[in-house]
């Protein structure tokens, strides 16, 4: 099994999609397995896992691609940064800098541009695997760096916080892009820590979590 949950993943990793997402009435979905590029994978990469096959990481805990949506996500790969005693290495198994390593894209279509919100499914195990970034249009503000989660591990979860200074575990409502127009736009999302598991994203304007898998992804024609 475990073969061949890694050459399954292995095989549709390489494999690009060319969907547009489109927003409807301020919130947008996007299953993370839908990226149409990546790119910066020299070193660490995004792997699809999916098909139903459980896989079973090096912390020991079983994540399960039939509970994610779409039965599919993605993780960054290798994950070598198990707990805090592992050696953190800037530049190979984590980075504070966005858009530095392990980036995959999305294409989005407004029609209400604005203020939204980023909402991640995620399924972290620990204190090193709960960590990313996210961008638009090849830019990587403030209010897209340290995403972060602290609650819920072991299972997938939807968090929005920002890992500051004065609180490690994030700050709500200031993980945001501001979408200056509308037509198509490219959100990306960049590795923060390896190992991140990373299942379905939503943009909305309003800073409501998302319930279950979230809401259905609506793709343009």
């Known amino acids: 099994m475990k073969i061949k949950a890694l050459f399954f993943a292995l095989f549709i990793s390489i494999s690009g999609f060319s969907q547009v997402f489109i927003e409807s009435e301020g919130i947008v979905a996007v299953e993370a397995e839908n990226f149409f590029k990546q790119e910066k994978d020299e070193i660490r ?3 699809i896992f999916g098909d139903n096959i459980t896989v079973n990481n090096q912390s020991g805990i079983s994540v399960e691609s039939k509970t994610a949506s779409n039965g599919k996500y993605i993780a960054v790969l290798p994950d070598t940064r198990i707990t805090h ?3 953190l290495i800037p530049g190979e ?3 504070n800098e966005p858009g530095k390593m392990a980036v995959v894209s999305y294409k989005i279509l ?4 604005g203020k939204y919100y980023v909402w991640v499914r995620a399924f972290s195990t620990g204190s090193e695997d709960n ?4 961008g638009l249009n090849g830019s990587w503000s403030e ?10 591990k072991n299972e997938w979860f939807w968090a929005s916080k920002q890992r500051t200074e004065k609180i490690h575990c994030g700050e709500e409502q200031l993980i945001f892009l501001d ?4 037509g198509e736009h490219i959100i990306s999302f960049s590795m923060r820590e390896d190992g991140f598991k990373f299942d379905k994203f939503i943009l909305s304007k309003n800073y409501i979590m998302p319930e279950g898998k979230g809401v259905e992804a609506k793709i343009k024609n």
Do not use: A, L, T
């Open 93 to 95: 198994n984590f980075s």
């Open 131 to 134: 960590g990313i970034h996210v």
């Open 85 to 87: 005693d592992d050696k």
């Open 45 to 47: 990469k995004w792997v």
């Open 179 to 182: 979408i200056p127009s509308s």
């Open 143 to 152: 209010s897209g760096q340290r995403m972060q989660w602290c609650e819920g």
């Open 110 to 113: 407004i029609k209400n541009p």
